[in-house]
């Protein structure tokens, strides 16, 4: 059974940093990747991960956001800073299962970014 699991959510000032982890077990993944999702607005890629490490981000992040991966744990982070408040989104992890062919999504964590 597939499960996708994140953490490290919060409430931060802007400017500050935070770090998201999210765990996949029961399968290998391909890519994995953060997506978020703010109110009133559709979900949107963050940034994602290949296998081999090779990595793309959205726009609005680059710079700032960090994604890597642990493949003997299936993790991968996501390191945040100089965050701002349209930052402030549900943060979902996504792992691509290849053989047989599968999306799987976490629950989602909260960031908010407020002073």
């Known amino acids: 059974q597939v499960q996708v699991v994140e953490s490290g959510g919060g409430l931060v000032q802007p400017g500050g940093s935070l770090r998201l982890s999210c765990a996949a077990s029961g399968s290998i993944f391909s890519d994995m990747g953060w997506y978020r999702q703010a109110p009133g607005k559709e979900r949107e890629l963050v940034a994602r991960?290949?296998?081999?490490?090779?990595?793309d981000y959205a726009d609005s992040v680059k710079g700032r956001f960090t994604i890597s991966r642990d493949n003997a744990k299936n993790t991968i982070y996501l390191q945040m800073n100089s965050l701002k408040p349209e930052d402030t989104a549900v943060y979902y992890c996504?792992?691509?299962?290849?053989?047989?062919?599968?999306?799987?999504w976490g629950q989602g964590t909260q960031v908010t970014v407020s002073s």
């Open positions: 991960i290949t296998r081999g490490g090779s990595a």
């Open positions: 996504n792992a691509i299962r290849t053989l047989p062919r599968g999306a799987y």
